[in-house]
Nanobody, 119 residues
Framework: QVAIEETGGGSVQPGGSLKLSCLTS????????TGWYRQTPGNQREMVAV???????NYADSVKGRFTISRDNTLRTMSLQMNNLRPEDTGVYFC?????????????WGQGTQVTVFS
């Protein structure tokens, strides 16, 4: 049984920082891509950052230079360090696991964690 748990969401003011973490079990981690996706009400889920099993990263243009994705294959964890947060970063952030194409999310999703950036 696959388990994915996201932690680290919260509310911050613009310019603040948050770090999201994703802990996984029950599915192949070492050989799959992992990523963070974001969803806001009325909109489709969008890619924020993806990291391959070899550590190659890809970021949405809106977060480049502010967010950093990382993973630990031994601990089966993934993180997203978010700096200089903006109101438009607000949304529910989902951990994704199991992809093998950076353009296509994997089959496993966490429940999501809320990030709110407010003035």
């Amino acid at each position: 049984q696959v388990a994915i748990e996201e932690t680290g969401g919260g509310s911050v003011q613009p310019g603040g920082s948050l770090k999201l973490s994703c802990l996984t079990s029950g599915a192949s981690f070492r050989f799959a891509n992992t990523g963070w996706y974001r969803q806001t009400p009325g909109n489709q889920r969008e890619m924020v950052a993806v990291i391959t099993r070899d550590g190659v990263t890809n970021y949405a243009d809106s977060v480049k230079g502010r967010f950093t994705i990382s993973r630990d294959n031994t601990l089966r964890t993934m993180s997203l360090q978010m700096n200089n947060l903006r109101p438009e970063d607000t949304g529910v952030y989902f951990c994704n696991l199991g992809g093998h194409d950076m353009a296509v999310p994997g089959r496993y999703w966490g429940q999501g964690t809320q990030v709110t950036v407010f003035s």
